[in-house]
């Protein structure tokens, strides 16, 4: 057997795995959803949250570099279709960092729970793969300390509020 016979079904085997691994990637939970017994009420993936009705916001943010083009899920859509009558939810972040948006402080579009920018999935690193989005630059409402609290990137839990 030659070298170049060894590596052939070497690339292959490497190349199954490697698509393996992405498909497992594109199954990861990134969000659950809980009620205030922590019981879980959904669980969203990327390609869930890819085929929901998404809202595109052009924006610059205090974290980042110049303009951002943030796609998500609205946050009102996503709690209607769980708990309609919640009064705010408890969205907490990979690290623990917990922050609650009360019912008032989401309309049909804003904010989003962003899962791509500039057309791609986040990295944890980036601040994903779930950032809480608001656009920040249509107006002053949107850029206020307590707008900026809520702004949670790397969101992995939302509880519901009744």
């Not at 890819?50 to 570099?65: F, G, I, K, L």
């Not at 944890?124 to 900026?148: C, E, N, Q």
């Amino acid at each position: 057997m030659t070298i170049r016979s060894r590596i052939t079904p070497l690339l292959a085997a490497l190349t199954l795995l490697a698509g393996t691994v992405a498909v497992q990637a594109d199954d990861k939970v990134l969000l659950t959803v809980l009620n205030e017994e922590d019981e879980v009420l959904a669980e969203f993936t990327l390609a869930d949250l890819e085929a929901m009705p998404s809202t595109q916001v052009e924006t610059t943010t205090n974290w980042t570099e110049g303009m951002q083009d943030f796609t998500g899920v609205p946050l009102a859509s996503l709690i209607a279709d769980i708990a309609p009558e919640a009064s705010a939810v408890d969205a907490t972040a990979i690290n623990d960092y917990a922050v609650q948006i009360p019912a008032d402080g989401w309309d049909e579009e804003f904010p989003i729970i962003a899962y791509k920018n500039h057309g791609k999935p986040m990295s944890v690193r980036a601040k994903g793969p779930l950032w809480v989005i608001y656009p920040f630059d249509s107006g002053a409402a949107y850029r206020s300390d307590v707008v900026y609290s809520r702004s949670i990137w790397q969101l992995d839990r939302l509880k519901v509020i009744d």
